[in-house]
């Protein structure tokens, strides 16, 4: 059994910190670096892609909507040409971070609301994708399992990578529960790994409403701006490796 282990960074941006990117990257091996628009700005780019090589974790860019007031989490009403648009501008922001440290991007994920637009809206999961594939047809496409933007990605060409939160709820639909409901976020590290355990070697994972919905997994998030979330990390990937999962970045 073998998984990779991603987390969403580089969201600090001018006299704001967020996160513990540093400390997430000792566990990690696949990064998600804001490229300035719903977070990060270029010198936290900068210094994050620089992390990522040190520690040698995989570097992915991570676009979203325009909004810092929100952190990208609030929908905004684009058509899929400015979708588009908005993605390459993103993805070609962090390309441009990586070539200057001789780093290779390995994979595309968008943030927030525009990750859950593309979950189920058709037009705009093509659209990422064509963004994606555009700029680059070697990078490697994350999206929720069981998403219309695999689908769009499968389509488009692109290797795909299906996407599980450990510290994230599921529905029945196998989408993930609302960040405004109260049961979205799993923060016991137990449950965590009792969720993930289970999603690796059954394919299955328990829905809120106690549901077994199927579902599959190339690669696990777990947010870096929760409480704890270094420590969360580490004993997701210790419990991992001791239950004889191998903890990699994807092959190419």
Known sequence: MRIDLNSDMGESFGAYTIGA?????????SANIACGSHAGDP?????????????????????????????????????????????????????????????????VKPHGALYNLASYNREVAVAIARAVYDLDSNLILYGLAGSELLVAGRNKGLRVAAEVFADRT?????????????????????????QVERIIREGLVKAANEELVQI??????????????????EKLRKALEEAGVEVARIRK
């Open 170 to 194: 599921y529905q029945p639909d196998g989408s993930l529960t609302s960040r405004r409901q109260a049961d979205a976020v799993i923060e016991d590290v137990d449950v965590a790994v009792q």
């Open 21 to 29: 990117d540093e400390g997430l990257l000792k566990h990690i091996t």
């Open 43 to 107: 010198h936290v780019m900068d210094k994050t892609v620089a992390l990522a090589k040190k520690y040698h974790v995989a570097v992915g860019a991570h676009p979203g909507f325009p909004d810092i007031a929100g952190f990208g989490r609030r929908m905004i009403d684009f058509s899929p040409d400015e979708i588009y648009r908005l993605v390459v501008f993103q993805i070609g922001a962090l390309q441009a971070i990586c070539k200057i440290h001789n780093v290779s991007m390995q994979h």
């Open 216 to 233: 599959e997994a190339d690669t696990i998030c777990v947010h870096g701006d929760g409480t704890n979330a270094v420590c969360f990390v």
